[in-house]
């Protein structure tokens, strides 16, 4: 009898699972994708479609194709509850799928702040409804637009850099980020200098160690007390847990994220995988980005075509010194690495060839 294989969500390592199960087909296995797009975003690519120098096509892979490719059913369609104890998942259709194996690759969502009615406020994660906002203030000219990023890292300096960037042209616009910390802590303090200075030369407003408690209609609260007006209101203010963990019975770390072993197998449910920001690796800390779950995805291959063959597992050797590459809203960039960063247009050059050529890797023949 076939041993079954569920992929739940779309993410950076579940595009290199079906690489290489487009290679290396397993022996008398069933694997399913779902997802409830047929494409997914490159994280990488994101601030460059923002700012305009890419068109959302340049930034996608084709989810339906690679499983056409890989001989993988693909299903339209999100998951909405899962029960390792009794290896069923249930579909947003209703419908109710057993496995032998799951693995999940959900990505992660932004974190919420209290928000009155009519605010007008958009999330980084997903990426829809800030593409869709962006679309919607595009034609703004005369009166001008006041945009808040909150957030302190890396997302939100490319955001916000990338929104400048874009809306270059427009008359009194004005772009900030509001952070309740310093920009960019976790970082080399080159990294922050760097991105600071970016920053000015962009006309972008940092607006440090104020946390917000409130947004608005047409302000934001601070828990000072003090007030900033705002029309558009973007998040970009940390992790928060895909939805569907929630509705698990998969052990969980503090942030909510699935709690795997160094093999990423379920520290309760070791037949369930995870990968990238949906999963929290037993003694490392690695940090919520795409440049990991990328980083997880070999590995996740590996082990999931393993235990369909019945063979040992490899376990994940975490780089804390991974390079880090940083947009920087028009066509320069900053790369860090062992805390040692630079930042110009071939960075940018360097950024946009690595991004294509991991985009090509998963592209149609």
Known sequence: MKRTLALIGGGHAHVEVLRQLAEKPPFDADVALFNPSPSVWYSGMLPGVIAGHYTANDAKVN????????????FETSVTGLNGDNALLEA????????????????????????????????????????????????????????????GGAAAVEVA??????????????????????LLEAFPRRVRALALRACRKDGVEVLENSPVEQIEPTRIRLTNGQTIDT???VLATGYAPAALLAKTDLARSTDGSAHVTPTLQSSNHPHVFAAGDCA???????????????????????????????????????????????SLGR?????????????GDWVWRWKDKIDREWIQKYAPP
């Open 161 to 182: 850099l990338a929104l400048a960037f874009r809306w270059r042209s427009m008359k009194n616009r004005r772009v900030s980020i509001v952070t309740a910390t310093g």
């Open 280 to 326: 929290h690796l037993s003694g490392a800390v690695v940090p919520k980005s795409g440049v990991y779950a990328v980083r997880q995805g070999p590995l996740l291959a590996a082990n999931l075509l393993a235990r369909l063959s019945d063979k040992p597992l490899a376990e994940y050797q975490h780089n804390p010194n991974a390079l880090m590459l940083l």
């Open 63 to 74: 989810l339906w194709a690679l499983c056409q490719r890989a001989r993988v059913r693909f």
């Open 231 to 233: 029309q558009l209101t």
């Open 92 to 151: 947003a259709h209703g419908e109710r799928h057993r496995f032998d194996y799951a693995s999940l690759d959900l990505g992660s969502l932004s974190l919420s702040i209290p928000t009155a009615p009519g605010a007008y406020v958009v999330t980084v994660k997903p990426i829809e409804p800030l593409l869709a906002a962006i679309t919607e203030f595009d034609s703004v000219r005369a009166s001008g637009l006041v945009v808040r990023v909150v957030g």
């Open 331 to 343: 066509k320069r960039a900053i790369a860090s690495r062992n805390g040692f960063a630079l930042g």
